[in-house]
């Protein structure tokens, strides 16, 4: 397989996809703490486990390369001299660690892990206090004595959203957006791909339109590549209309980008509207499954380059989504699927469980989470052709197949 990233559109046949099986950072939510952590329910790991390698077998039976973002993590510390001391010192400075001594005997546990995978992994599941043996000494500070009492069990908090792997990053064209995050809890997730894009031999040549550096805060869920000129792009709670200046700024004067317009969607600031994704996701040439709360008039902004380098245009479009998808997509009529079938109460069940989260594996064939009957009944009436993945516990995480899955490679329509 070609290296580097080749992501055109939200349809076209999926050939390579980056995910993350959900591991012990999972074990670490601790349900007091679930909301600080941006978790609603604590799920039966090893169920989720299981329901997640079905997902990815259904990748994989279609002809999908499923690459681990853990592993590639690991590959570069396995081929870069320097690169695991590098990403430990960065890692440990934004991982919160209270105590004055704590860092250091944090460093020397995970020195101690000799395993690249099984050390990215540790990373990611976070550590707790009885992991580590204190002993009172009298070189121990006031500080990290009481901290050591303190409520919460956890010198390093887990990172339980890593299995969304759509966030942390986006796949633009050729080029990537590494993000910079919403929440504190969710940005130290984008380390991961700092190395991958920086260091891996496949992927470190790759343009990045947006730094995790950056002063404003972006998420993937809120990026859809309508087509190969054309990037839609939601205005929420987890992206900043700001960003998408930066984003325009580096896309449209970068010679790896083919990117001609973003749209910008300013979509409502609620959990249901959470991202652009959670609102509506391609699944055919001409059709697209949407939360039915976004019917109306929508405010959109479409971004275009400038004469000068540095120069954008921007002009407001008020209209319908129907009639925004059509002139993005240049379809005569897209169809647009309503979450629950137009039934209010179906439709915010199964918006909850994330109904119009699909991931597109080719036009017209979309994995979907099983326990949304009524949403996937409707779509098989459709004449869409269903992969119906098991989501008991990893729907607790609040996201769906589209969520889980950051594609690396499509071909092209």
């Known amino acids: 397989m070609t290296k580097g990233l080749h992501v055109p559109s939200e349809i076209g046949k999926l050939r390579k996809v980056c995910l993350h099986r959900p591991g012990d950072e999972l074990l670490n939510l601790p349900p007091d703490e679930l909301e600080r952590l941006l978790f609603d329910d604590v799920p039966f790991l090893e169920v989720a486990q299981q329901e997640h390698d079905t997902f990815a077998q259904i990748l994989r039976d279609q002809g999908v390369e499923v690459l681990y973002l853990e592993n590639l993590v690991a590959e570069v510390f396995d081929q870069v001299p320097g690169a695991r001391a590098e990403f430990t010192d960065q890692y440990i400075a934004e991982a919160g660690i209270r105590g004055q001594h704590m860092p250091q005997i944090v460093r020397e546990k995970l020195d101690s892990i000799e395993d690249n995978l099984e050390f990215v992994k540790k990373t990611m599941a976070g550590m707790t206090k009885s992991e580590i043996d204190m002993p009172l000494t009298a070189s121990t500070t006031l500080d990290s004595l009481v901290n050591s009492e303190s409520e919460s069990d956890l010198i390093i908090d887990p990172m339980p959203n890593l299995y ?13 957006n590494l993000n910079r995050m919403y929440s504190v809890t969710r940005n130290r997730e984008t380390l991961y791909g700092k190395y991958v894009f920086k260091y891996h031999p496949d992927y470190k040549d790759v343009s990045l339109y ?41 896309i449209f004067w970068n010679s790896d980008s083919k990117v001609e317009r973003i749209l910008a969607f300013d979509i409502p600031v609620s959990r249901a509207f959470m991202h652009l994704d959670t609102v509506f996701t391609q699944i055919d040439v001409d059709k697209f499954t949407i ?3 976004i019917m109306g008039t929508l405010r959109v902004y479409e971004l275009t380059a400038g004469k000068n380098p540095g120069d954008v245009n921007i002009r407001l479009i008020e209209d319908t989504l129907e009639h925004v998808l059509e002139d993005a997509t240049g379809v005569d009529q ?13 439709a915010s069940r199964e918006q909850w469980n994330d109904g119009s989260n699909t991931l597109c ?26 992969l119906v993945v098991p989501s008991a516990e990893l729907s607790r995480g609040r996201g769906g197949p589209r969520c889980m899955s950051m594609p690396f490679w499509r071909e092209d329509l």
């Open 164 to 176: 969304f792997t759509r966030d942390p990053f986006a796949v633009v064209g050729e080029g990537v």
């Open 210 to 250: 947006f730094r995790r550096d950056c002063q404003f805060h972006t998420e993937g869920g809120d990026v859809l590549n309508i087509n190969e000129k054309t990037l839609a792009v939601g205005i929420s709670q987890r992206t900043q209309a700001a960003a998408i200046d930066v984003m325009a700024q580096n």
């Open 291 to 293: 939360h039915p709360a």
């Open 334 to 346: 897209v169809k647009l699927i309503p979450c629950g079938g137009g039934d209010p109460i179906a």
């Open 361 to 386: 594996v080719e036009p017209g064939k979309i994995c979907v989470y099983a326990r949304n009957t009524v949403t996937n009944d409707v779509l098989y009436k459709e004449g869409l052709d269903l």
